[in-house]
């Protein structure tokens, strides 16, 4: 069974009428809510507002795989929380960032990166093409690429590293492109960004958008847990002078 937390700061689905009208209880619970109809995953939810943003140790050791999503209030969240979040990816716990958390501390901090891109809020139609078909995240998904009805434009220049797979790019009717689905490693952990996913669009209710959260649950899911050590080791073999 792999076990998710499915983090969002929850605050806009709170203050918002249209944002309540999609998501009325969260854009979190939606995550959870169809992660949990899934064989072999389990999902429980966090938020910005929960003690320790909801991502207390006992939490994290429960956790195999942590779903993010943030837009507003990234810089709430505390440094030493995104400090730990950062050791458990490293030490084998996966990360799922979604759409606006390409901003977030968490994902700026694994990646070294700023996030910066250009955007546009216009309910543009957007074109999601798969680049590697034969990848697990792209399991189950139609064969050369799938589209969302309205979503937030997200275009390139944007500054992150170079991924270590890149599985979706991205096309806007305004002309823009943008590399949507990105895979990292970093540690022992695995890393998603995943662009799809405005507030105040019904997106994560698409099934092709399920599909790729699911299957990166699973692609991200701990090959195993490792400590952070740097030890002090003896030879194997008897070395000369010794």
């Not at 995550?31 to 320790?52: C, H, M, T, V, Y």
């Not at 943030?70 to 996966?94: F, L, P, S, T, Y």
Request: hydrophobic share 35%; proline share 6%.
């Amino acid at each position: 069974m792999i076990r998710v937390t499915a983090w969002n700061e929850f605050r806009h689905e709170k203050t918002d009428a249209k944002v309540k009208a999609v998501y009325p209880t969260g854009i979190h619970q939606c995550l959870a809510d169809f992660l949990n109809r899934q064989d072999g995953i389990k999902a429980r939810i966090a938020s910005l507002d929960d003690p320790e943003h909801g991502l207390t140790d006992a939490v994290l050791d429960e956790t195999d795989v942590l779903t993010w999503w943030g837009h507003a209030a990234h810089h709430e969240v505390r440094d030493e929380i995104v400090n730990k979040v950062a050791q458990r990816v490293h030490e084998g716990m996966g990360l799922i960032c979604l759409h606006s958390a390409h901003v977030s501390k968490i994902f700026r901090k694994l990646t070294g990166s700023t996030g910066s891109l250009c955007w546009r809020e216009a309910n543009e139609k957007e074109r999601l093409w798969i680049i590697e078909p034969s990848h697990p995240i792209a399991q189950g998904l139609p064969a050369r690429f799938f589209e969302i009805e309205h979503d937030e434009m997200y275009g390139e220049r944007f500054d992150i590293p170079t991924p270590d797979k890149l599985v979706f790019i991205t096309w806007f009717p305004g002309g823009e492109v943008f590399r949507s689905g990105c895979c990292f490693e970093r540690g022992h952990g695995r890393i998603f960004y995943f662009q799809p996913g405005h507030e105040t669009f019904p997106v994560y209710y698409d099934r092709n958008v399920q599909t790729v959260i699911a299957n990166a649950v699973r692609w991200a899911a701990p090959r195993g847990r490792h400590k952070l050590e740097c030890p002090m080791v003896k030879e194997l073999e008897p070395l000369p002078g010794r």
